[in-house]
């Protein structure tokens, strides 16, 4: 708890140096938020920082992104099985690096950009509670 406390002062200190508009957070506020970061991340034993596999960045990305939304249409994976033919803005994991999965052509699909944040809530809720990983079942977008 002391350790907490310190913190928390720190990092009021460091946002009224920095100009920044959290000035207005009581040390008490702070530590509670900081209590409860710290049971979130201990819920589980998913490790935040850790992935099988290293991410692809930059200019390969860029060309492996382009060469998805090429493959798929331009239209979103999870849409077509409900008959809706949604533009796909974003590429991404089926099975997530976290679980295994890789920047292989074969693991990506294009995606809407609802339907992308959808799949990364649930998958982070799964991690985050030290389930298993599972493949991601998407709904119908409303209409």
Known sequence: A?????????????RRRSGGRAHHHTRAAMVAMLRRQLATLQAGPARLATTTSERTRGGSWQRTCARILRRDG???RYCQPFGHLTPGAEVDHFRPLWAGGTDADGNLRTTCKPHHQAKTRAEEAARLSGQPWQPWQPAPLER
């Open 2 to 14: 002391a350790h907490d406390v310190a913190r928390a002062d720190r990092l009021i200190i460091a």
């Open 74 to 76: 331009g239209l979103c």
